[in-house]
């Protein structure tokens, strides 16, 4: 039997200025042609994908962190947000001037205020992630399909992101909503640059066991590769793991291997290291 490959997208796939090697491309299709399945299991909704990623080929698509999984076209698992819950994280952020966008399958929707709030924050991103032209970086060329002035009362919602003006404003938000999930993302502690709430109990590694059991598929045969700390759990479950030579120290550590960066051709290497070409 074949592997079964979960690849996360921002840091592995792509690099993060949303550039895809064709060296992954090569490498993913050359692994499906060998008879291994291959899903990509990323934090990202489906909306913010370009058709780039899907004229790869893939098998399914684990989304919002594990809140959504599909397998050959069918939907698996999809937990959404409650419409009550998002009213209450939409009005809360608002009466702590705090700009989000909302995740959904549908589009990514931002808050009235995102678009000139994020420029300094996307910026910081993507310096974090050593990119020479950091100082070019803006909402709209990391997330260039964001929707503005759209309802932010929605039922469709996979989870959301908010900008964090402190450390403070994700222990206050831990603390009001309890009945989420909390996390923070774009550096660990007192460095993150983004809250997220999503359903509680909803990881990366539940979502490949939900994968694996409607497959009927074995964890033996599993192999993750990701870059980051919110990867871990994934690399957990899975048999063996990789991560990418530009990604996180934590995430490096907790990984059986570490191939090169992503623009440096390491998924492509990666897939040569595990035998999957």
């Keep these: 039997m074949g592997k079964i490959l979960f690849i996360d997208i921002d840091g592995t796939l792509v690099d993060y200025e949303n550039r895809l090697p064709a060296s992954a491309v090569k490498a993913i299709r050359m692994a499906r042609a060998a008879g291994h399945r291959v899903y990509l299991c990323s934090g990202r909704s489906k909306a913010e994908n370009k058709q780039e990623i899907w004229d790869i080929g893939l098998d399914g698509y684990i989304g919002g962190n594990g809140s959504y999984v599909e397998s050959d076209g069918e939907v698996v698992m999809h937990q959404l947000v409650t419409p009550g819950q998002c009213r209450r994280i939409v009005d809360w952020l608002h009466s702590r001037k705090l700009e989000f966008y909302l995740e959904s399958n549908s589009g990514l929707y931002g808050s009235e205020n995102f678009r000139q709030r994020a420029v300094p924050v996307m910026k910081e991103y ?25 309802d932010l009362y929605r039922d469709d919602v996979n989870k959301v992101s908010y900008i964090l003006d402190s450390y403070q404003d994700f222990l206050d938000a831990r603390e009001q909503f309890p009945d989420l999930q909390n996390g923070t993302w774009g550096g660990a502690g007192e460095t993150a640059l983004f809250g997220d709430l999503g359903v509680k109990g909803i990881t990366k590694a539940r979502a490949v066991e939900v994968l694996l059991k409607y497959l009927n598929a074995r964890q033996e045969d599993t192999i993750a590769f990701g870059d980051a700390a919110v990867d871990i759990p994934m690399f957990e479950v899975c048999a063996q793991s990789c991560c990418m030579g530009s990604g996180g120290d934590g995430a490096k550590a907790a990984a059986d291997y570490v191939t090169t960066a992503v623009e440096e051709d390491g998924l492509y290497n990666a897939f040569v290291h595990f035998g999957l070409l």
């Design 126 to 150: 993507c310096r974090r992630k050593g990119k020479a032209d950091a100082d070019q970086a803006s909402p709209d060329t990391v997330f260039p399909t964001m929707i503005y002035g759209a």
